[in-house]
């Protein structure tokens, strides 16, 4: 075979893989979401969103409640958990909340005594939305050992223990969904390391729960949805076509779920942008996301200056 038949071949195999690809996400965003199978008669099912007091969490709450879902709104601070709990009921009064407390950032044995707060709610639906990063923009010796820890702790590992201690409640009240908060940092964003080495960990725990649970023949969805810039309670970026509001991500979200994959890209806009980063060169990507970084940063301190 000549070089260029060689070339040839491997630029039709390549355009076949994307073409693929880029036709199983459109199939995905236009195909109706099977959300309605975790809540079949419409108001018995119970959600439970982590780290719902504001941004994308609060934003499922709103998009679970306006689909008939009841909803255990997570959080570490009570007083706000009451006050959000008060404006949705206000606004989906047929709904019914409750309310946990648990600082992701600092988890102990108490987080399996989570069930017996779910008592004989019918749970279908555990959405890992809490998450986030404290101490953007640096670098990692220039975090401290309680820095990493909470990064990993709220990113992470509350993830893997309240789905550890709820999985059998999921399990026994099947079908049921469990929808994992993962970032575009997954791509390994530099000046976020810890951040994005927990979205990492984020989507492999969720391929591997999704195996585990099909291997023994549980009707537990897994999905992971990978989340670029979306405007919320600590991104105060402004709006536009490619930065979504946090009700908007997370209705887009709600609607890729039954896709038939463990991860996908919940909003198109940011679908664009990883299929970008995956075009480019690492050196180029390097270059690029540290420019980003670096103008994100200018940005946020802008707006701190603007408001002491
Ligand atoms: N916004 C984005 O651009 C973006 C991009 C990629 C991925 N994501 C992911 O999307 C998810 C939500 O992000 P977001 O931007 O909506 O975050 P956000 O606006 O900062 O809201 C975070 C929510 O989690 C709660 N929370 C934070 N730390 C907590 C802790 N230690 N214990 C309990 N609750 C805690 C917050 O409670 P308080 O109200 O008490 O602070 C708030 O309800 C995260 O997993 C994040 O990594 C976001």
């Known amino acids: 075979m000549s070089i260029s038949s060689a070339f040839c071949y491997v ?6 893989y994307w073409t693929i690809q880029l036709a199983r996400y ?13 809540n079949p008669t419409g108001k018995d099912a119970w959600a439970l969103v982590t780290g719902a007091t504001g941004g994308i969490g609060f934003g499922f709450a709103e998009e679970l409640s306006e689909r008939g879902f009841n909803v255990f709104l997570h959080g570490r601070n009570r007083e706000k958990l009451s006050r959000r709990q008060e404006e949705l009921q206000a ?3 047929n709904i019914k909340y409750k309310i946990i407390v648990s600082d992701a950032a600092d988890i102990y044995e108490d987080v399996n005594l989570i069930p017996n707060e779910i008592g004989d709610a019918k ?22 050992y309680q820095d990493v820890r909470t990064t990993i702790n709220t990113n ?19 079908p049921s969904l469990i929808l994992n908060i993962s970032s575009i940092a997954a791509y390994g964003m530099p ?15 969720s391929r591997a729960l999704d195996a585990e649970v099909k291997a023994r023949g549980q009707d537990v969805e897994v999905l992971a949805i990978r989340v670029g810039s979306v405007r919320s309670q600590s991104n105060d970026v402004d709006v536009g076509l490619l930065v979504p509001d946090s009700r908007t991500m ?3 979200s709600l609607e890729r779920v039954g896709c038939g994959l463990p991860l996908i890209f919940g909003y198109w806009g940011h679908a664009i942008a990883g299929v970008s980063l995956d075009f480019s060169p690492r050196s180029f990507m390097i270059k690029m996301l540290a420019n980003t970084m670096d103008s994100l940063k200018k940005q946020a301190e802008e707006r701190q200056a603007k408001r002491n």
């Open 91 to 93: 606004k989906f009064p």
């Open 156 to 174: 992470a590992t509350f993830m893997t223990q309240i789905t550890r201690v709820l999985l059998p409640v999921l399990e026994k009240n099947g």
């Open 191 to 205: 000046f976020v390391p810890v951040y994005s080495g927990t979205k990492g960990f984020v989507e492999s725990f």
């Open 11 to 16: 630029g039709a195999a390549t355009t076949c």
């Open 26 to 38: 459109l199939y995905c965003c236009i195909r109706p979401s099977s959300l309605p199978r975790y």
């Open 123 to 144: 749970l279908t639906v555990l959405v890992n939305n809490v998450g986030g990063e404290t101490q953007a923009y640096r670098g990692l010796t220039e975090l401290s």
């Open 250 to 252: 997370a209705a887009a």
